[in-house]
T-cell receptor, first 113, second 116 residues
Framework: AQSVTQLDSQVPVFEEAPVELRCNYS??????LFWYVQYPNQGLQLLLK??????LVKGINGFEAEFNKSQTSFHLRKPSVHISDTAEYFC???????????FGTGTRLKVLA | ETGVTQTPRHLVMGMTNKKSLKCEQH?????MYWYKQSAKKPLELMFV???????ENNSVPSRFSPECPNSSHLFLHLHTLQPEDSALYLC???????????????FGSGTRLTVV
């Protein structure tokens, strides 16, 4: 069965430090992968997505993610975070050719001054 | 402006009231969704509307009633709610490609519902 796991519920990091938010998925078929960001009292906003092609995907706000098929992972990275990156980040997976769409439980990123 | 507009942004209602949440998308998407987001809980898919299907999460109580008059508008009618229904209700839309799948959702800003 399709599933997505975000092991870290919270990640504190100092401003200008690098950050990696982890996402692992399981699926028996090929998938599309997504990262969303949610600021307080807002809806989710699409950060980036992997549909096909290059496994390194660049998104908005300086974020990037790498699709690793062998490790079934799609970790989100940013080389230098800013206070304004404080938000909750959701990974999502969708099986190609279907409408199934699963969200992870979210990782709260807190950037410290 | 995200392309998906939800109204109202905030709603406080008593348990005996009837109210409706509205969602509108101008992206030309062909599927719309209602999600419930409660504190410390995963996103919960409530309803899906598209040309091919209407999907209802069987665990959603009947006091929540969706309506989708066309591909651009989605409503969630609320009646006799309980305090545990207090949450952020998110509307989303997407383009579904038959044979390919889902390319990603666009969410509205949500309606913060408080039931007193």
């Amino acid at each position: 069965a399709q599933s997505v796991t975000q092991l870290d519920s919270q990640v504190p990091v100092f401003e200008e430090a690098p950050v990696e938010l982890r996402c692992n998925y399981s699926s028996s078929v090929s998938v599309y992968l997504f990262w969303y960001v949610q600021y307080p009292n807002q809806g989710l906003q699409l950060l980036l997505k992997y549909l096909s092609g290059s496994t390194l995907v660049k998104g908005i706000n300086g974020f990037e993610a790498e699709f690793n098929k062998s490790q079934t992972s799609f970790h989100l990275r940013k080389p230098s975070v800013h206070i304004s990156d404080t938000a909750e980040y959701f990974c999502a997976v969708s099986e190609t050719g279907t409408y199934k769409y699963i969200f992870g439980t979210g990782t709260r990123l807190k950037v410290l001054a | 402006e995200t392309g998906v507009t939800q109204t109202p942004r905030h709603l406080v209602m008593g348990m005996t009231n009837k109210k409706s949440l509205k969602c509108e998308q101008h992206l030309g998407h062909n599927a719309m969704y209602w999600y419930k987001q409660s504190a410390k809980k995963p996103l919960e898919l409530m309803f899906v509307y598209s040309l091919e299907e209407r999907v209802e999460n069987n665990s959603v109580p009947s006091r929540f009633s969706p309506e989708c008059p066309n591909s651009s508008h989605l409503f969630l009618h609320l009646h006799t709610l309980q305090p545990e229904d207090s949450a952020l209700y998110l509307c989303a839309s997407s383009h579904r490609d038959r044979g390919e799948g889902e390319y990603g959702y666009t969410f509205g800003s949500g309606t913060r519902l408080t039931v007193v």
